[in-house]
């Protein structure tokens, strides 16, 4: 079955800086890939998500990129600010399997 | 209300209680989820319901039962817990099951339950 694993486990970071947060996957049939935030107390909630087809994709401030080769996504926070100080989780699914798998997640601070 | 609510959002029981957790969805969804949040590890996928019907069952205890009497409720029953079931259960819903490629996930606030 998929295994994700995500890296760092904590960041912390200065409010203007960037942040960056790794997966890697090992199932190659994974071919849908998204980013959730939890903030402290609440419920996560979708921030952003590649498909296998694209290598980037950009939202504002949050991009996401993609190695199908080398089987790893990451997420980049630019120009961070204390409100994205939360808990971010990676998840890789496929066709066919109901069972999304999730990374361990990264509790990420943003220092004012 | 709007979204996935889950009732309660705290629950205390000894481990010969029985107890349920409640999910409702108002997100006209056809699929719904149980996922069990720990401490620092990854959300573990209990059972997966697709128009009412089980899809997926990931090797859960029997002292967790659910159950999906229609496409926008879903219950966890609880019986005979350990303390090491002790976490946040998260319901959640979506519009088609993952595995169908309609892949976004509605949570709701989750139910932090404690067995004593």
């Known amino acids: 079955g998929e295994n994700v694993e995500q890296h760092p486990s904590t960041l912390s970071v200065q409010e203007g800086d960037s942040a960056v947060i790794k997966c890697t996957y090992s199932?190659?049939?994974?071919?849908?890939f998204p980013w959730y935030k939890q903030e402290l107390g609440k419920r996560p909630q979708l921030i952003i998500d590649i498909r296998s087809n694209v290598g980037e994709k950009k939202d504002q401030r949050i991009a996401v990129t993609l190695n199908k080769t080398a089987k790893h996504f990451s997420l980049h926070i630019t120009e961070t600010q204390p409100e994205d100080s939360a808990v971010y989780f990676c998840a890789a699914s496929s066709y066919n399997n109901n069972d999304m798998r999730f990374g361990a997640g990264t509790r990420l601070t943003v220092k004012p | 209300e709007t979204g996935v609510t889950q009732t309660p959002r705290h629950l205390v029981m000894g481990m010969t209680n029985k107890k349920s957790l409640k999910c409702e969805q108002h997100l006209g969804h056809n699929a719904m989820y149980w996922y069990k949040q720990s401490a620092k590890k990854p959300l573990e996928l209990m059972f997966v319901y697709s128009l009412e019907e089980r899809v997926e069952n990931n090797s859960v205890p029997s002292r967790f039962s659910p159950e999906c009497p229609n496409s926008s409720h879903l219950f966890l029953h609880l019986h005979t817990l350990q303390p090491e079931d002790s976490a946040l259960y998260l319901c959640a819903s979506s519009r088609m099951p993952t595995g169908a490629g309609d892949g976004e996930l509605f949570f709701g606030e989750g139910s932090r339950l404690t067995v004593l």
């Open positions: 199932d190659s049939a994974s071919n849908y």
